[in-house]
């Protein structure tokens, strides 16, 4: 039998939390015969709560869950990681402006940033989920200089499910027969979902729907479903979140089938006409640990549009947290 990996989670006792551990545990994330140790992390007001999940995952008696480290100091729950997600974050109070909302994430990314550099795996793979992921993402990895920025990821996935998803719908198609859809840029309202090389049962998607509902009705739906589950639920989304976050991870590590692709959250490194350093969505084959941006599809005028927004308010966010110190 396999050695346990070690699998950190921050904001272990949130809403998402309560979905992601318990799959993580049952096998979802690294394969049903892989076992893991569980190095939770928490804000100490919040650590009886997370007791209390760590009861619960106990409760479930996992063959594949090894052990449970809670704390609330990142050096412990980092300890010799193979993986981190991390999920817990500020959220946006009313009032807030973007750059109080960057420079509040920025206490919580940056020393754990300087944690992982310290005490993780040196391998360990790195994707972040509290938002905003992208520039998070960015303020974790430079401030992990002695680790490869490959290692750091941020969470696109969501957006790309809810893309098939909604695909899926308009064509009443199985979700299985849809392949190749992108999300390029940022995990917001800039997001630019792309259908132009996604293909419904092999054929087209832009040959199966009608160009006005793709431009003017389907991004903004997949860009703003997150608001429209507020709206429904009365909370964020949170188990589908948690469900991405799993696909993420399992993609990263174990491998895409074949001829196909997924869209991750990755530092740039200058494709497609990205600027380098930002933490963007690209399309991404992954392989033996390893991911790989797709290269060579061709990019219209209308892409090309999407996908310069979206940059460009990535780089405005780095322009900010630059401002504050927390990047280079
Ligand atoms: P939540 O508020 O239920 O849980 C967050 C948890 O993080 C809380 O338990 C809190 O105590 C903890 N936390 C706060 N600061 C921390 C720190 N410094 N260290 C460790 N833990 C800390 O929120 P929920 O619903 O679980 O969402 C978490 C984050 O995920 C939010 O930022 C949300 O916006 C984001 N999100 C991202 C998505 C994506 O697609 N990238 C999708 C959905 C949510």
Request: hydrophobic share 40%.
């Amino acid at each position: 039998t396999k050695q346990p990996v070690r699998v950190a989670v921050t904001g272990a006792a949130g809403q998402i939390g309560y979905s992601l551990l318990f799959r993580i545990a049952s096998g979802d994330m690294l394969g049903k015969d892989q076992p893991v140790i569980l190095q939770l992390l928490e804000i100490t007001p919040a650590l009886k709560a997370l007791n209390g999940v760590v009861m619960e995952l106990r409760d479930c008696a996992f063959p594949l869950l090894a052990d449970i480290v809670t704390s609330d100091d990142p050096m412990v729950a980092f300890k010799d990681v193979d993986y981190a997600l991390l999920v817990g974050a500020m959220p946006r109070k009313a009032g807030m402006e973007r750059g109080d909302l960057l420079g509040a994430n920025g206490g919580i990314f940056k020393p754990q940033g300087e944690a992982l550099n310290a005490v993780a795996s040196r391998d360990v793979k790195v994707l972040v989920v509290g938002n905003p992921a992208n520039t998070n993402a960015l303020i974790a990895q430079q401030n992990a200089p002695d680790l490869d920025a490959k290692q750091f990821t941020a969470m696109v996935r969501l957006d790309h499910n809810r893309a098939i998803s909604q695909l899926a719908e308009k064509t009443g198609k199985p979700v299985s027969s849809i392949k190749n859809l992108t999300i390029w840029g940022n995990h917001s309202s800039t997001q630019y979902p792309d259908l132009s090389q996604a293909t419904v049962d092999g054929q087209p998607a832009l040959d199966q729907v009608d160009r006005d509902w793709y431009e003017n009705s389907y991004i903004s739906t997949v860009a703003k479903r997150g608001a429209a589950i507020i709206e429904a639920r009365g909370l964020s989304s949170a188990a589908s979140a948690a469900s991405a976050a799993i696909d993420h991870m399992r993609d990263w590590a174990l491998g895409t089938p074949e001829g196909e692709w997924v869209s991750m959250g990755i530092p740039s490194d200058g494709s497609y006409g990205i600027p380098e350093g930002l933490i963007y969505g690209f399309p991404v084959t992954c392989k033996n640990g390893q991911y790989e941006i797709v290269q060579g599809l061709p990019v219209s005028d209308f892409s090309r549009g999407k996908m310069d927004a979206t940059a460009q308010e990535l780089t405005e966010e780095r322009d900010e947290v630059r401002k504050l110190g927390l990047v280079k």
